[in-house]
């Protein structure tokens, strides 16, 4: 059987981000642009590649999918691991961030 193991304190992915980039000592993302506009780009971005195929391979990572992923809310739950594992966090999400930005202190800006 397949668990996730979590701290089982869920945090949106942009706000992990931007904490991620202050700690980082990065500015935090500023704009904010409209799902919509941003999906027609990346199909119309994909269809530029589609047409210019036979004569140019574009490599792009911005596709549809990839903004579907980046933008769609998931959390992952620990229930299972805790029903049938007895499983329970050992450290709170705030002390597990500190103690893994410290790990990446020569990566600051």
């Avoid at 193991?5 to 992915?13: G, M, V, Y």
């Avoid at 999906?39 to 596709?63: A, D, H, N, R």
Wanted: charged share 20%; with cysteine; glycine share 4%.
């Amino acid at each position: 059987q397949a668990f996730f193991i979590t701290n089982d304190e869920p945090r949106p992915f942009w706000q992990m981000t931007s904490d991620i980039c202050d700690a980082m000592g990065y500015a935090r993302p500023q704009g904010h642009l409209p799902f919509l506009l941003v999906y027609i780009i990346s199909i119309i971005v994909m269809w530029i590649g589609l047409l210019l195929s036979p004569v140019y391979k574009l490599q792009t990572e911005f596709s549809p999918s990839r903004i579907i992923l980046v933008t769609c809310n998931r959390q992952v739950s620990c229930e299972k691991a805790k029903k049938y594992l007895g499983y329970k966090p050992e450290t709170n999400m705030d002390d597990a961030f500190q103690r893994t930005m410290k790990h990446f202190a020569h990566m600051k800006k």
